[in-house]
């Protein structure tokens, strides 16, 4: 097999609709333009702030921040707001990795133990001795399609074990994206954030985009709120790929235009549906590399869902279309509560996931 070979496949892809400032030839029931929707649903589901972009015809047709930016100064969230994007960086990553594989620096289907010595491992990743010989088996494509075997995040003070035989199924995990990020910092002799700055940040023109947090930056970022509305402070933290991005929906949305929803090797790689999950209803979700698939009767979408104590949002897109929604709210659990109705509101699509999640829906009426 070749270092960046996949299973073929040829996606059907949605139709990815969407009305805001002028009206395009739709399916949706709705024709309420999102953008006088979204102050009252953001006040309805207690959300302080938000960044959104639009992407119609490969283009950001539309990036705007909405609400604020701290509950006590009242201060406006802008477009250049930074806010946490939690797992969103899991598929900028993915993109470097595939981008390394299509160099012939990393192969998907080698064991990633080969890349690095085993002490490197123990010191910067396990922190322990290996405990665990199935570690040996993962490969990039493992971490990617989330077929590892290791859990979404270790428990703390216990070495970190694998819960099955790696690439046998699926299960979200952090830890191995984190196993993946080690070993790629190893190969490529910089930090992780020094590298993706200079092979995909900077050259997408992503200016709002890092894994670690500026402090000397401070007043460009949001506050960022727990479920129950308490402020969850900002402190500089160790570069993570799965779960340490800052950026803006503006930023993000242009990595989309120039990856997903372009033509070539590495966009479909990631979009080809590889796995089934155990999300929804089977053979609903699939995971490509880096990012999930849903196929619906209509075809196939492409998405993501940040979730962390502190923040969350979503992004959704057809390839096909070269269309795409991305958002991102400075308030934990609650971007999501939104997630379905704006989904319905520019797709008339039901998104399943969010109830699939037990994510309970804002009371947004009819």
Not at 38 to 45: E, G, H, T
Not at 158 to 187: D, H, I, N
Not at 351 to 358: I, R, T, V, Y
Request: charged fraction near 15%; include cysteine; hydrophobic fraction near 40%.
């Amino acid at each position: 097999m070749s270092f960046c070979q996949t299973p073929r496949f040829l996606p059907g892809l949605l139709t990815f609709l969407w009305v805001l400032l002028t009206e395009l030839p739709v399916q949706a029931q709705s024709r309420q333009p999102v953008g006088k929707a979204l102050p009252a649903m953001l006040d309805s589901a207690g959300i302080p702030g938000l960044s959104i972009a639009l992407i119609e015809n490969g283009t950001v047709t539309w990036s705007t921040g909405l609400g604020i930016k701290n509950t006590i100064t009242q201060e406006p969230v802008a477009a250049t707001t930074i806010f946490r994007a939690a797992s969103l960086g899991k598929p900028l990553f993915a993109y470097a990795v595939l981008k390394l594989c299509e160099e012939r620096t990393i192969a998907l289907d080698s064991a990633l133990v080969r890349y690095v010595p085993q002490t490197y491992l123990e010191d910067y990743f396990l922190k322990s001795p290996l405990a665990d010989e199935r570690i040996r088996l993962i490969t990039a494509r493992m971490v990617l399609n989330h077929t590892s075997g290791l859990p979404n995040w270790r428990a703390e003070g216990k070495p970190l074990t694998t819960l099955f035989a790696p690439g046998t199924r699926y299960s979200y995990s952090g830890e191995g994206f984190y196993l993946l990020q080690t070993v790629v910092e190893y190969l490529v002799k910089e930090p992780i954030e020094a590298f993706m700055q200079r092979t995909v940040l900077k050259p997408l023109g992503m200016k709002n985009t890092s894994y670690v947090y500026h402090p000397a930056d401070s007043s460009r970022y949001t506050r960022s709120y727990d479920q129950t509305g308490n402020w969850v402070p900002d402190e500089p933290e160790p570069a993570n790929v799965a779960h340490t991005l800052r950026t803006t929906a503006d930023d993000y949305a242009r990595f989309l235009v120039a990856t997903l929803l372009k033509p070539g090797p590495t966009p479909k790689l990631m979009l080809g549906s590889q796995v089934q999950t155990d999300i929804c209803q089977p053979g609903r979700v699939f995971w490509g590399l880096g990012i999930a698939i849903q196929h619906t009767g209509q075809g196939d979408l492409f998405c993501q869902w940040a979730k962390s104590p502190a923040a969350s949002g979503y992004v959704i897109g057809s390839a096909d279309q070269k269309t795409a929604l991305v958002y991102f709210v400075n308030v934990a659990n609650r971007g999501l509560q939104i997630a379905e109705r704006l989904v319905k509101l520019s797709l008339n699509y039901d998104d399943p996931l969010f109830a699939c999640f037990g994510v309970r829906p804002y009371n947004a009426g009819p």
